[in-house]
């Protein structure tokens, strides 16, 4: 029997962060464990009278080309997925993994390689974003592999999913709207402010936000959502982070990460676990050690660390950082081929203070909206 918040997710998706018209051209894309949720975003695109295309990737898909392609075929093999994402009118991708570590089993630096082609693709689709000529969307479909990774049952995890994406089954749009609203306010307190000081357990950390327009997300682009962000002043950035929880990036997990910053560049960097391939990741190209984000996790509705970074970076009471390239609507200066986030939380001990004045405090806003 489907599940009725299948429907209600896809409704959401297409209808509200897509916001597809008549007409229109829609990629879908995503694993095929995702293929519910992609079913029920086809039919609700059809029904708004726009015209999709559904690109599944097969679950050994990206292990064949691990497998078996060579670097020089890689820009030959992504250049439909490039074509699609420069004339389509929108894009939703649906995460929907069956095994969440299978590229933990090839070298490092053809994983790598893939995946700096392939940010390329990204870039374009966020470039036109910005222009507002293309809108996209992320979101996913609770499957085995990510509830093994979640410490969950499936069940559990469906329940956690939904509810992330939908707090309020009856109303979501209407409560994103509302989410907005409250983050508009903290947003509107935090323009024209220069300097932001975060403080928590092994972290220490300044950097300028002078001129950087703060983002508001609320489930426009990513599905579940609730942050605010914006790209710092690219040389800006002095002290260090220690980041709580593990990070999963290009399918090997990090852990234990610190990173110290001097003049906005990560000077030294250290990991528990897979620490060689953190640093070759921050060597990948000179933005890969800047700065491209800075941002506040706001959704209450996730309150535990699940290995999914979809949901993890909104955790509500943390803030994240990510090495790499920043976003244009933030007036980035930042571009590399990598796009890294890390969370670290702030509910025990963490504050925010911005141009002196103590704007976040163990989890939660202090300041009066």
Request: hydrophobic share 40%; glycine share 8%.
């Amino acid at each position: 029997m489907k599940d009725p918040r299948v429907d209600q997710l896809a409704d959401l998706l297409v209808n509200f962060s897509l916001e597809v018209q008549p007409k229109q051209r829609v990629m879908l894309q995503g694993m095929t464990g995702g293929e519910p949720l992609m079913g029920a975003i086809m039919q609700k695109c059809l029904q708004a009278g726009a015209y999709p295309l559904y690109v599944p990737y097969y679950s050994e898909y990206f292990e064949n080309i691990f497998r078996y392609a060579t670097p020089d075929m890689y820009e030959d093999l992504i250049l439909p997925y490039k074509n699609l994402v420069e004339s389509f009118d929108a894009r939703a991708y649906v995460y929907g993994e069956h095994n969440t570590k299978f590229a933990s089993q090839f070298d490092p630096e053809i994983v790598s390689s893939y995946y700096a082609e392939a940010s390329k693709v990204s870039k374009i689709m966020i470039d036109r974003e910005a222009k507002g000529e293309m809108k996209w969307v992320v979101s996913l479909f609770p499957t085995n592999a990510y509830a093994q990774d979640a410490n969950m049952s499936l069940t559990d995890y469906e329940d956690f999913v939904y509810s992330a994406c939908m707090p309020d089954p009856k109303d979501p749009v209407g409560y994103w709207k509302k989410v907005a609203a409250r983050q508009d306010k903290a947003i509107a307190w935090l323009k024209g402010k220069k300097q932001v000081h975060v403080t928590a357990p092994g972290t220490d950390l300044t950097l300028s936000v002078e001129g950087r327009p703060f983002i508001n997300c609320a489930c426009q682009v990513n599905v579940p959502d609730g942050e605010i962000f914006t790209s710092p002043v690219e040389d800006s950035a002095n002290g260090y982070v220690h980041f709580t929880y593990p990070t999963m990036y290009e399918g090997f997990e990090v852990d234990n990460v610190r990173l110290e910053f001097k003049d906005g560049k990560v000077v030294k960097a250290s990991a528990n676990k897979n620490e060689e391939f953190l640093l070759k990741k921050l060597d990948t190209d000179p933005g890969a050690r800047f700065l491209g984000e800075f941002a506040i996790g706001t959704n209450e509705g996730i309150d535990r660390f699940t290995g999914k970074i979809l949901f993890d970076e909104k955790i509500g009471g943390s803030f994240h950082l990510a090495v790499g390239h920043g976003y244009p609507e933030a007036l980035t200066q930042n571009d590399s081929a990598i796009h890294w986030d890390m969370i670290c939380d702030l509910r025990d001990g963490g504050e925010i203070t911005v141009d002196g004045e103590l704007f976040y405090q163990d989890g939660a806003f202090v300041i009066d909206f």
